[in-house]
């Protein structure tokens, strides 16, 4: 099942139901805003990728609504979900790169990890942490919370 233009423009908040002013809706409109995921650091990246992702629509849709957002050079990616509950909009999404391991694991993630290594069960679900850390260049000692 696909939502329809109609539908895009009552999510949107778009003027018509057309896909400039779905696009243009999409573009300008306010978001809520959920996160950061990451456990509250703020964003000290300057590479961010911005993905806008629409609920499951036509195919032919889908790429007349990449045409026009790509035509209009906003500097961000386009997708499609494949299924959707009926409450869900379209989505921002802001990625951010890290650039050390700090930004991957900050105060609360280092841890749990280190919790889940020091567990007796760690090896039913980190069966290869050892070179797990190696390979992102972690020591368990690093671990450590500050």
């Not at 243009?24 to 990728?49: I, K, M, N, S, Y």
């Amino acid at each position: 099942m696909y939502v329809s233009p109609a539908g895009l423009a009552q999510i949107t908040g778009a003027a018509d139901d057309t896909l400039d002013a779905i696009v243009r809706a999409t573009c300008t409109g306010p978001f809520l805003l959920e996160g950061p995921a990451w456990g509250g650091l703020p964003r000290q990246h300057a590479q961010v990728d911005r993905f806008i992702v629409y609920p499951p629509v036509d195919p032919a849709l889908a790429e007349n609504l990449k045409l026009i957002h790509y035509g209009n050079k906003g500097g961000h990616r386009v997708a499609f979900a494949r299924s959707a509950l009926g409450s869900v909009n379209v989505v921002q999404l802001d990625v951010s790169y890290g650039k050390t391991t700090a930004d991957l694991l900050n105060k609360s993630y280092r841890r749990g990890l280190r919790q889940a290594l020091a567990s007796p069960l760690a090896p039913l679900f980190l069966d290869n942490a050892d070179e797990l850390l190696a390979e992102l260049g972690i020591t368990k000692e690093g671990l450590a919370v500050e």
